[in-house]
DNA sequence: CGCGTTTGACCAGCGC
DNA sequence: GCGCTGGTCAAACGCG
């Protein structure tokens, strides 16, 4: 945050912004580089000198200086040149001696801790991993149950009727989604299944069963998770006296409505980024409290998005993916999505609602109640336990022309690495943050951004 | 002149 | 069948 917020708004030339997210502690935003601790070749280290620095625990006496040098003693085993060269020799020699091991032992205890933590690290993914499997199988059990009994009692009943009856029963998204064409990276298709850009899901044969691949359980799953949130909507609640939320996308203003049940006219806009997105939103102000704005996301982009675009995209696909899985079915009947919310979510339990009564299944993301604004959070691994690639607001995976210039990658989304999270934002992004008071979650493990918006200043 | 917005009309779905 | 409602279209209009 730091380099990000003090940097002057007129910057001309945009410099890459270190997120403080750094789980080794690696400390570039420190103001004293003379350790040159960049040499070291332990990859998971820690920084156990802010302890020293912060309490003065173990080396109540140290000045910075002071642990400067015996740090360069430590470094330089066998020369005493830098401490020759400093002058002060005499000064540390006996403490430094001591304090030498000190380091060591603390050195020691922090390699065994983190070589501890890496172990439990490695069995939570693993709990995961089986967790996960485990729901796969129970959810493609009891599909292949549902479809046993479509089959034996719904035949005469017709395709519609299938997919119709599904649509309002929570816990069967499952078989809405497969109600929607998969093919979203074809812009045709897309478009097609938004209703060519004209009516949305108004021809019955988009309501028809029509993809049903004999692939293995888990991609059979994925398939229509996927599917489903192609289908559903993300409904953001935010704060904010602008006519509109800036998300990053190019939209169109194509109508306005004036809703019932609210005196505030409601518009709808369609992305132009480029031709043929399907993607549509809507904007309402809440009839409660008219300084929020409900944005509504509906639809996959069929192109690749800006990074501060794919910042919401991936807070509202990351969210609708969450919520809908929680809301398939499990052997002990339906996830309370809310649980899940609150399970992967806990410093938003109140965020995050899904509705399922609604046509399409709708996730409500409240970032009115953002309890830590301008706060960063590192977010456990599994806080969004499902790949989001191209969801509901389309986390367009392939790189706008200048994407590698921007990331310096050349393949998928940003890659940040795991010890030092560094991004450089585009040339409007610091008014982003100041203008949104932007907390940024980082789930590093899915090379994600999150935005966690909150206009409320 | 091109592009985006406004706004009334139109259409489809749904409930009664 | 009718009316209500949500969603979209498209002509008119405004702006740079």
């Known amino acids: 945050m730091e380099s990000s917020s003090s940097r002057s708004p007129s910057s001309p030339s945009p410099e890459p912004i270190q997120f403080p997210v750094n789980l080794n502690c690696t400390t570039n935003n420190q103001p004293d580089q003379r350790l040159n601790l960049g040499k070291r070749k332990v990859p998971d280290e820690m920084d156990f000198f802010a302890d020293y620095k912060k309490d003065g625990g173990g080396a109540p006496t140290f000045d910075d200086d002071a642990t400067d040098l015996l740090l360069q003693t430590a470094a330089n085993t066998g020369s005493d040149q830098s401490m020759v060269e400093t002058g002060t020799f005499s000064i540390c020699d006996h403490r430094g001696k001591s304090q030498l091991g000190v380091l060591k032992t603390e050195l020691e205890k922090k390699n065994l801790e983190n070589q501890q933590l890496k172990e439990m690290l490695n069995q939570m993914t693993n709990s995961y991993d089986s967790l996960k499997m485990h729901l796969l199988t129970v959810l493609q059990q009891q599909k292949e149950q549902q479809n046993v009994h479509h089959n034996r009692g719904g035949e005469k009943e017709g395709q519609n009727c299938h997919s119709n009856e599904l649509i309002m029963v929570p816990g069967k998204f499952m078989d809405l989604g497969l109600a929607v064409a998969a093919d979203t990276d074809d812009a045709s298709s897309a478009d097609k299944e938004m209703g060519g850009g004209d009516h949305i899901d108004k021809s019955p044969e988009n309501k ?162 953002t309890p830590n604004p301008l706060q960063f959070h590192k977010t456990p691994s599994n806080q969004f336990p499902f790949p989001f690639p191209n969801a509901l607001g389309g986390v367009g995976y392939e790189e706008p022309p200048n994407f590698d210039d921007k990331i310096g990658g050349n393949d998928g989304p940003p890659i940040f690495d795991e010890t030092e999270v560094s991004y450089e934002e585009p040339s409007n992004f610091d008014e982003e943050i100041r203008r949104y008071d932007v907390p940024l979650i980082f789930d590093y493990e899915c090379d994600n951004i999150i935005l966690m918006v909150d206009y409320e200043k």
């Open 208 to 369: 028809a069963p029509r993809l049903m691949r004999a692939d293995s359980p888990k991609n059979s799953v994925d398939q229509a998770t996927e599917a489903t949130i192609r289908k559903a909507r993300v409904s953001v609640r935010a704060r904010s006296e602008a006519p509109t939320m800036t998300d990053g996308c190019q939209w169109r203003k194509y109508g306005q409505k004036i809703a019932k049940g609210n005196p505030c006219p409601r518009a709808y806009y369609r992305c132009t980024m480029a031709t043929g997105c399907p993607v549509r939103k809507q904007v309402q102000r809440c009839a409660e409290d008219k300084n929020v704005l409900i944005t509504t996301y509906e639809g996959n982009h069929n192109h690749p998005l800006p990074p501060a675009a794919m910042a919401m995209a991936s807070t509202t696909s990351s969210a609708a993916r969450m919520l809908l899985s929680g809301s398939m079915p499990s052997a002990d009947g339906l996830i309370n999505p809310t649980f899940l919310a609150r399970t992967f979510l806990p410093c938003s339990s109140n965020m995050a609602t899904i509705s399922a009564s609604a046509p399409f299944p709708t996730v409500t993301l409240d970032l009115t109640q």
